[in-house]
């Protein structure tokens, strides 16, 4: 088993916004060997305390084939996506869902990248970025 730094991004599952229980089986992609990542930062704004969750997932592209289709991409950006994260150290986290605010603050599509690969050994990958906010703190 190799080395992995502690805040990386293990493996993660992307389920609708709207399902009924979010313990449904959900979207799961191989990700890229350490190339993922989960980042939570704590700002003010006027006042207001606000958590801004952004996970960036990386994948090979023959494997992010489903990121890629225009119904998840839709869901992604209209609808949102509740996203449970397994992070390198073990710790999981539900992120897009609360239990006071329900689906109300889901992960949504900030950007996607496919990237060709610089040579025939390297591998093309897609990169997508999910973001949300939340305001539920207090």
């Known amino acids: 088993m190799s080395y992995k730094p502690v805040g990386g991004v ?9 399902a009924v229980g979010i313990n449904r089986e959900g979207l799961v992609v191989e990700l890229a ?20 969750h952004t996970l960036t997932l990386v994948a090979h592209k023959e494997c992010a084939a ?7 991409i839709d869901r992604t950006i209209f609808e949102g996506v509740v996203a449970m994260i397994t992070l390198n150290s073990g710790e999981q986290k ?10 109300e603050q889901p992960m949504r599509l900030k950007s996607i990248e496919i990237d060709s690969a610089l040579s025939a050994e390297q591998i093309p990958t897609v990169k997508m970025i999910l973001y ?4 539920t703190i207090k």
């Open 66 to 72: 489903p990121w890629l289709e225009q119904q998840f």
């Open 94 to 103: 539900s992120v897009g869902y609360s239990e006071k605010m329900l689906f």
């Open 10 to 18: 293990r493996s993660v599952s992307l389920h609708a916004a709207n």
């Open 132 to 135: 949300s906010e939340d305001t």
């Open 33 to 52: 060997e350490d190339r993922s990542s989960y980042v939570e930062r704590l700002r003010v704004d006027d006042g207001v305390v606000v958590v801004e």
